[in-house]
């Protein structure tokens, strides 16, 4: 057991927050505050098109009306992009990363010529179509300008890693990874310098995390980021995925979907603790 627990909240500031973010913020919070711990927020923004600043401001005006505070200032992923660039540097000089020049057309006509579509959590698995360059096809592409993305070579990577690889899940022990099952996956494109699941991993390491509070759907995920933890030497913390909430329709509630916001149920008359039992934390 770690001395000091750690945990975060994480969001992307490509909406407001709903119900399904406060049971996942006041999970981390409470976990954090009953062991004496900290709780970071970070804002996850390194999508240039979807994340706005006015919608930073009211994740931070969010969490204050819920009652909750957070430990040290809130990192903001847009702020760091070198220190990203930098991992991705040591991937590449592990001779683990390659570009990708491949379009999205590109990858269904590949598919569709092999005859089927197999799928890993993040969708469909690249078929290693430039992975299979040769060293002067690839130079050739890189001085033409065209745009790449930055691929895993995710053989190469297991071959690296040490293996078994696996992580401490809350309430069920220990759990084997597989992180074959994502493929090739991207690591970094030309509109988003760095991808989820680097910077997430790296900002965890960064910020002394040792507990990861996050939804159900984000489990899959922590196979790629223990892969990437393995490669880059950084710590492993301990995870605990939580249920996912539901719309009265059985759905789980999601900003595609227009589930209710805090700041709408906040304008109906809504109270705080009212808001933290409708997530699935009572005051009592």
Partial sequence: MPATIVTRFAPSPTGRLHLGHAHSALLGWRAARAAGGRFLLRLED????????????GILEDLAWLGLDWDGPVRVQSEHLPEYRTTLDRLEGMGLLYPCFCTRADIAREVAAIGHAPHGPDGLLYPGTCRRLSAAERAERLASGAPYALRLDMTAALHRAPRPLSFLELGEGRIR????????????RKDTPASYHLCVTQD????????????EDLRPAT????LLQALLGLPVPRYRHHRLLLGADGRRLSKRDNAPTLAALREAGRSPAEVRAMAGWPDT
Avoid: K, N
């Avoid at 002394?208 to 996050?214: K, N």
């Avoid at 196979?223 to 223990?226: G, I, V, Y």
């Fill in 177 to 188: 990874c597989d992180p074959a099952r994502f493929g090739d996956v991207v690591l970094a």
């Fill in 46 to 57: 390194i999508d240039p098109i979807r994340c706005r600043p006015e919608l930073r401001d």
């Fill in 223 to 226: 196979d790629l980021h223990r």
């Fill in 204 to 215: 965890d390491a960064l910020q002394g995390v040792t507990l990861v509070t996050r939804a």
